[in-house]
T-cell receptor, first 114, second 113 residues
Framework: GENVEQHPSTLSVQEGDSAVIKCTYS??????FPWYKQELGKRPQLIID?????GEKKDQRIAVTLNKTAKHFSLHITETQPEDSAVYFC?????????????FGTGTRLLVSP | NAGVTQTPKFRILKIGQSMTLQCTQD?????MYWYRQDPGMGLKLIYY???????DKGEVPNGYNVSRSTTEDFPLRLELAAPSQTSVYFC????????????FGPGTRLTVT
């Protein structure tokens, strides 16, 4: 089955800096790659996603890139703000099942210092 | 819409007790999921359902059971609770088979002592 690895486990940046979180996946049939943000004590919420027919997607300060050949994808946050502090999870859609089943990475705790 | 709701928010169980975690969604979503989140870890899929009457095991199903009698409800049953089941449990739903956003409930924090 699918296996998703996520790095780093923690990331500390200064406000205004950029942050990059990287994930690799194992199943070449996976074709959907969402990123979720989870604030302390809250539920995970989707912030951006990308499908396998697209190499890059942007939404204001966040962007996701996908390299299907290398089986890795990354989340980029520019001009970080203290409210970006949270745990970020990547996931890969298990393409073998024919319907939506996600395998999540172990998360990256991002801390943005003022 | 209330979205995905879960009850209870917190629960403490003694070893060997049983309980049901409730999950309801009002978005008419076909697909529903139960995940557990251990401290510092990602989300592990316990069970999922593609529609009323259809359920299947995920990555970590041992010690749990589910049922799906209606589109709206997807309860998770813990039988003979064990300390290893101490975790935060999230229910989620999504509309259909095309990959898209999973909407999560607020979670249930369960402690087994």
């Amino acid at each position: 089955g699918e296996n998703v690895e996520q790095h780093p486990s923690t990331l500390s940046v200064q406000e205004g800096d950029s942050a990059v979180i990287k994930c690799t996946y194992s199943d070449s049939a996976s074709n959907y790659f969402p990123w979720y943000k989870q604030e302390l004590g809250k539920r995970p919420q989707l912030i951006i996603d990308i499908r396998s027919n697209v190499g890059e997607k942007k939404d204001q300060r966040i962007a996701v890139t996908l390299n299907k050949t290398a089986k890795h994808f990354s989340l980029h946050i520019t001009e970080t703000q203290p409210e970006d502090s949270a745990v970020y999870f990547c996931a890969a859609g298990d393409g073998n099942t024919g319907f939506q089943k996600l395998v999540f990475g172990t998360g990256t705790r991002l801390l943005v210092s003022p | 819409n209330a979205g995905v709701t879960q009850t209870p928010k917190f629960r403490i169980l003694k070893i060997g007790q049983s309980m049901t975690l409730q999950c309801t969604q009002d978005m008419n979503h076909n697909y529903m999921y139960w995940y557990r989140q251990d401290p510092g870890m990602g989300l592990k899929l316990i069970y999922y359902s593609v529609g009323a009457g259809i359920t299947d095991k995920g990555e970590v199903p041992n010690g749990y059971n589910v049922s799906r009698s209606t589109t709206e409800d997807f309860p998770l049953r813990l039988e003979l609770a064990a300390p290893s089941q101490t975790s935060v449990y999230f229910c989620a739903s999504t509309l259909g088979s095309i990959m898209g956003e999973q909407y999560f409930g607020p979670g249930t924090r369960l402690t087994v002592t």
